[in-house]
């Protein structure tokens, strides 16, 4: 019997322990996923419904100046583009930003090698790590600038020669991030831009917004949007990357089921140490119930000692589970790649969820478990 309420034991133990390691593991990731947004996207992006660009008016300044949860705004120009550099080729986006534009996102953080934009000097671009790879370019090529084209509007009949807008600039530095944000754009300055696309001094094609620490960002979008009118078109951070959130969530709500299987198939061992403890003590029941215990009493211990059994179980496996990933967490022994350790966030909600699961299936094991007792079962 030890035996066997020892392996039961380890079930749940080893259960408890893959279920939390498992959530914290994807809380991380999700933290550390989410932290690459922070690049790529503002907190709140406005841009026009109609249309590629449009016109910053006095009234919309005043709109975002009157609105006191936003904390810088700037002003960008985003467009498709061709990109050449030493006879190759890439598809990709020009960003015209400001120079407030590395107090929006976190890009600067983000560069691999070399600066961010250098308002000094001009035609100075900074470029993806997977642009770079493409097309084999690295920072301070003198030697040969990268051409960026953009293909001029109108109808009619354009000749090869005068099919595009192009400007030639130097690369400063290289950003990482997502593999789609760091195949995309090609930041420059927004002058640059504005010149490349022949706009106008307030033309743009969107805002992005950096709101105040503590502000909901769907509370802030909602009123800006009722303040703009539908010729404005008002994004979150969510908004934006809304396929991006769903597969990340619903990655972790699936691994929580799959683990949450393994977890009931480990309680089955409960179950069978369970009966196999009714079995071995059923004189000892028929003295309980001549002394007066009806069936529904005993039924009640048995409960209470599976119960008890998970719970003890649970709380080794949560310990163990927790020394290890404060462990990974401080000293990152589990590792992705040389020098990036796997992800881990201790968070109380994966706690709870675990403490929830394991308790509750450990008390349904419990009283199935305890439906073997009944009067036939003890007068025999």
Known sequence: MNIITIIAS????????????????????????????????????????????????????????????IKVSSKIIEERVFLEYNNKSEIAYVKGVEDNYKAISNIEESLYIGNWLDTVFTNTAVIGRGISNKLSLGILNFGEPLSIMVPKPGTG??????????????VVGIYSGTEEFEGKFVFVPINEARKLLDYKENQVTGIALKLAENMDADTVSEQLQNQLGNSYKVQTKEQLNEVFYKVINTENFVSYLIFTLIVIIALFNVIGAIIMMIIDKKHNLKTLFSLGATVKDIKKVFVLQGFLLTFFGMLIGLTIGIIIVLLQKQFGIFKITQNLAYPVEFRFSNLFIVIATITILGFIASKIASSRISMEFIEK
């Open 10 to 69: 380890f079930g749940v133990i080893v259960g408890s322990l893959a279920l939390f390691i498992i959530l914290s593991g994807f809380s991380g990731l999700r933290t550390f996923s989410y932290s690459l947004l922070d690049v790529s996207d503002p907190d709140i992006k406005i841009s026009t419904v109609k249309g590629k660009s449009f016109f910053v008016t006095d009234s919309l300044i005043k709109v975002l100046e009157n609105e006191k949860a």
């Open 157 to 170: 009949f354009i000749s090869s020669k005068n099919a595009f807008f192009t400007t030639n600039v130097q």
